[in-house]
């Protein structure tokens, strides 16, 4: 029998279970510490910060078989007793130490930013730069002190450790790259060293890309490919967003903005809860209900990208006892009437500001719901009262981020919660207009 060790092995990891699949599977036994992905042998190894952590996972799945989106995955002692092979990054050289640090934040809850990593790492030196993008590993960032010891120094203190209670978990290696360039100050990247850059790209993009083919740095420099598509107004945003790529099941060629939307609830649909919904993918232009059709309306959005965004994401949703139906209309615009709503200027379009962020955020209507702009002083009681009307509760936690309170409240199933979004959004909470979005957390 294998003698217990802090790394457990785990077996039969398919390429649909990600590193947080497998975080959360292990992180009610303790903190880890370090987790490496083996995708070519279908495996992974995880490190549990101490030897009794891991034998209490082990003896639970012992009793429990633990599976992760329908895949029964196996798990082991690691004949290693340590874990020094690290995820052979091309920015990561692992143990040896350089001012240069290469993060991955795990189980990420919550949304990281420049302005957040800064107020972590700076404690420990002075931080010159950050760069932050996505990868296949997850949310990563390259921080760039001053001096070698102040990377030593933040290595030691964070790594293992949590930015959030109880989530956005901290790996950091060391990079092997000499010196970081920063073009553009915004919440992806900062030279604190220089105040004086552009927060965005003017026409093309010269930033190296640290990312792989998926990170937001990862753009073609010349040319048309600077972004990704340059019919659109918002194609900078888009390419931020997406890393120049784009969500599965997206062309990012529609040039249609009219959605026709079918099979809605004629005595519960009106156009706010309309517009609270499909704002979800993009600004609103006008929102028409048929008369002579009660079950159908018209939605024109911004552009062609925010209409394909919602016909895909919303095409099926339950809402109200029925299935949408969401489709592209022929018709180019909805004219002005007196049946037409007009929410061109609405404060309460969400891609006026934020525009790349809003579309990261974008997905399909699930369980979970995320509220901010909350009372400083609203409690998970209040919240649940709030919203039980729409369906039960599973579980709900109130937090505060950047000095403001933000929650997530979990429904059974996808129809409750998106009948919470479109009926409270927007609406008033002990004098205060909350935001609610969907979250694509499966638990909180």
């Known amino acids: 029998m294998t003698e217990p060790s802090k790394v457990i092995h785990v077996r039969n990891v398919g ?21 490496v992905m083996l995708r070519a042998k279908n495996q992974a190894l995880l490190q549990m910060q101490d030897i009794p952590s891991a034998i209490n996972a082990l003896q639970f799945y012992t009793n429990v078989q633990p599976s992760i989106r329908g895949r029964n995955v196996y798990v082991q002692f690691s004949s290693h007793q340590e874990l020094t092979t690290v995820d052979q ?15 991955t934040i795990h189980h990420m809850l919550y949304p990281i930013t420049v302005e957040v990593l800064h107020q972590v790492f700076s404690p420990y030196g002075f931080v010159e730069k950050i760069v932050t993008f ?97 019919q659109m107004a918002n194609a900078a945003a888009i390419a931020a967003a997406f890393g120049g790529g784009l969500p599965p099941g997206i062309s990012g ?9 079918s099979n809605l609830n004629p005595e519960k649909i009106d156009e706010d809860k309309l517009f609270n919904l499909f704002s979800l993918y993009g600004n609103i232009l006008r929102i028409k209900l048929l008369r002579n059709k009660p079950d159908h309306a018209l939605v024109e959005m911004g552009d062609g990208f925010q209409a394909e965004l919602a016909v895909h994401f919303l095409k099926g949703a339950a809402l109200f006892g029925k299935r949408l139906e969401v489709n592209f209309s022929k018709h180019p615009s909805i004219t002005q ?57 599973v579980n709900t ?29 927007a609406g008033s909470l002990a004098g205060s207009v909350i935001r609610i979005s969907f979250s694509q957390l499966q638990e909180i």
């Open 15 to 35: 390429h649909e279970i990600s590193e947080n699949d497998l975080l959360q599977l292990f992180q009610p036994f303790g903190v880890i510490t370090k987790l």
């Open 89 to 103: 990054n091309a920015q990561g050289r692992g143990d040896e130490p350089n001012r240069i640090l290469l993060v």
């Open 134 to 230: 996505q990868k296949s590993a997850g949310f990563q960032a390259l921080i760039q002190y001053q001096s070698r010891q102040s990377a030593i120094s933040a290595r030691t203190s964070l790594q293992g450790r949590n930015i959030y209670d109880g989530c956005c978990q901290l790996d950091i290696q060391f990079s092997n790259l000499d010196e970081l360039q920063v073009n553009y100050n915004n919440e992806r990247s900062r030279d604190f060293t220089n105040p004086n850059l552009p927060s965005e790209q003017k026409s093309r993009s010269s930033q190296p890309g640290y990312g792989d083919a998926g990170s937001m740095y990862a753009l073609q420099a010349g040319g048309a490919r600077a972004v990704a598509f340059p």
């Open 253 to 261: 060629t529609n040039d249609r903005c009219t959605v026709l939307v």
């Open 337 to 393: 009437g007196t049946d037409t709503h007009d929410y061109m200027n609405s404060n309460l379009n969400r891609f006026n500001r934020n525009a790349a962020k809003n579309y990261r955020y974008c997905c399909s209507p699930t369980k979970m719901i995320h509220l901010s702009s909350l009372p400083q002083d609203v409690t998970e009681e209040e919240i649940a009262k709030h919203l039980e009307e729409h369906g039960p509760i």
């Open 397 to 425: 936690k109130v937090f505060e981020m950047n000095g403001k309170k933000q929650a997530l409240v979990l429904f059974e199933n996808e129809e409750q919660a998106t009948e919470a979004l479109v009926c409270k959004h």
